[in-house]
């Protein structure tokens, strides 16, 4: 289906960026689809606007991220309650969640123009932090929930449940809650498997355990995860999407479960999760 209003999100940082967005809005333009542009991304390219991020998830229906992964990550975090769909265009190397890369603008726009594109609904976290007498603070994440020790030198330790059945207490560098979509970033890096986006799971990968049967498990994605930080010595850590982290004092619980929102993500005909795998890991398959 045509959107009827693009919002054009860039990460300002990239080579290249400020001609990609002025390239991109005369594409839209010839094609008369409208475009808001987030503040930052207008200024890069010399234009004016006063839109957030998340006002545009208010006033939009398709939400064109020019980047990688980390700026998609980025702008679902700032989007709050108002998610949208999300097309991304990658500016750099191959990334999971991008549809194709900036060179290939005008293929993106005729794209988007004519409703050929698929999308997945990306299943979302929330993440609630608990404390006895705190209001609990509330987090969404698409791809982690990943608790660690910070700059100390040293192994904490983490009790883990599962819809309320104790699971164990890890004692490890740290701990990845991951959904499907955040299975190919630090928990895959940290020996967790890869899982489909449709797989209707979350994966708990240790970070380093110091018990060697320690080892990602896969759970049902109703489950209700709760970590509890047992650790009394040494700071905690927990960081949602690779955004700021927060300090996690000792007898904090937090409880990790599916959002009921999802995300939308674009991609190309003839496109899918498994080529895109196989490209990215370099995939050839045996000679035998």
């Not at 970070?207 to 049902?220: F, K, Y």
Request: charged fraction near 20%; aromatic fraction near 6%.
């Amino acid at each position: 289906m045509r959107p009827t209003k693009i919002g054009l999100i860039a990460h300002t940082g990239k080579p290249g960026v400020s001609e990609l967005v002025r390239n991109l809005c005369s594409e839209f333009a010839r094609v008369d689809l409208p475009v808001l542009l987030e503040a930052k991304t207008a200024e890069v390219a010399g234009m004016k606007s006063k839109h957030t991020i998340s006002g545009l998830g208010k006033e939009t229906d398709l939400l064109v991220v020019l980047g990688g992964d980390g700026t998609i990550l980025s702008v679902v975090g700032e989007l709050n309650e108002e998610i949208k769909p999300v097309f991304g265009i990658n500016v750099g190397s191959l990334g999971f969640l991008t549809c194709l890369s900036s060179s290939a603008f005008a293929e993106a726009v005729e794209c988007i123009a004519n409703g050929r594109m698929f999308f997945s609904k990306r299943t979302l976290l929330k993440v609630d932090i608990q404390g006895e007498g705190k209001p609990a603070t509330s987090l969404t994440g698409l791809n982690d929930a990943v608790f660690s020790r910070g700059d100390v030198s040293r192994l904490i330790r983490l009790g883990v449940q599962v819809n309320g059945e104790v699971l164990t207490e890890f004692n490890a560098d740290g701990l990845i809650v991951a959904t499907p979509t955040g299975s190919t970033a630090y928990s895959l890096s940290a020996g967790g498997p890869i899982l489909a986006p449709d797989s209707g799971s979350f994966v708990i990968t240790p970070i380093c355990p110091h018990v060697l049967t320690n080892r990602s498990i896969i759970v049902d994605e109703s489950a209700v995860i709760q970590i509890d930080v047992t650790e009394r010595e040494f700071p905690v850590f927990l960081t949602v999407d690779g955004r700021e982290p927060l300090h996690l004092a000792s007898g904090l619980n937090v409880q990790i479960r599916k959002s009921e929102q999802a995300l939308p993500l674009a991609s190309l005909p003839g496109v899918s999760f498994f080529g895109v795998v196989r490209q990215k890991l370099k995939w050839s398959g045996s000679n035998i």
